[in-house]
């Protein structure tokens, strides 16, 4: 599904991926683990296509994606969570996510935006509860479902999360948890960068970066 091929990755003079290599396979949970700045953000973001000056071979179902936008990636069914979240603080929490909304297209594992809405909306009741709330008057854990929920508004196939439970409350880290390997039941497929063991041991491969090289099996 996705398949990375020596990925190496420069912030100026500074190499921060050397020679990474990667797959994560149809519905499969692969979960990313480093120590802080070992180069998982950057490594998703890269997959992203947001990331710094990159040079390797990303395929996605069998298309070079390389030259691909951030934005065309995205429409082809990758869904990319940041670890800051980025909403639109001063929008609602039913604004952020119909802000995002778009036709279903082939790559979509769900037909309408309304059936997606209602599907985040059971995946995460606690958002159902504070429609109308903006994004800035709601707990950390809070903003981190949405910002996940908002993403799962473009129907994507693979999920790309970038340290989903980190810094949350006990409950939401629950919550969230759940909600993920109940998208992971469905068919989802996830990268996921965490340093908490949370989803790790639900994962079907962990793969280990230091300092920017893979010391896992990919
Ligand atoms: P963390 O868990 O702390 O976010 P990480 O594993 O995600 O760490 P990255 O944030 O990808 O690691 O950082 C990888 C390397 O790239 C580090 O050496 C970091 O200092 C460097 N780096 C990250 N972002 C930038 C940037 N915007 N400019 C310059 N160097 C950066």
């Not at 490594?43 to 179902?61: D, V």
């Not at 065309?72 to 604004?95: H, I």
């Not at 297209?105 to 958002?127: I, K, N, W």
């Not at 999360?161 to 919550?175: F, K, N, R």
Request: hydrophobic content about 45%; glycine content about 10%.
């Amino acid at each position: 599904m996705l398949s990375v091929e020596g990925l190496n990755a420069w912030y100026g003079q500074a190499q921060a991926l050397f020679d990474v290599s990667l797959s994560v396979g149809e519905g499969e949970l692969v979960v990313l683990q480093g120590l802080n700045g070992a180069g998982k953000s950057t490594l998703l973001q890269s997959l992203i296509g947001i990331g710094p000056r990159a040079q390797g071979q990303i395929h996605w179902q069998g298309e070079p994606l390389n030259t691909w936008a951030a934005h065309r990636r995205a429409k082809a069914g990758l869904g990319f969570v940041a670890e800051d979240r980025r909403l639109f603080t001063a929008l609602s929490v039913q604004e952020n996510l119909w802000l995002v909304a778009r036709p279903a297209s082939a790559s979509s594992g769900l037909s309408t935006s309304a059936q997606r809405f209602e599907r985040v909306m059971a995946l995460f009741p606690q958002l159902k509860t504070m429609l109308h709330r903006p994004a800035s008057q709601m707990s950390g854990g809070e903003q981190q479902m949405l910002a996940l929920a908002r993403t799962l508004m473009t129907g994507p196939r693979l999920l790309l999360l970038d340290e989903p439970c980190e810094g949350i409350s006990p409950v939401l880290v629950a919550a969230m948890r759940d909600a993920l390997l109940q998208l992971a039941r469905e068919g989802v497929a996830m990268l996921v960068a965490e340093q908490n063991n949370i989803l790790a041991q639900h994962a079907q491969r962990v793969l280990v970066l230091t300092s920017g090289r893979m010391a896992g099996a990919a």
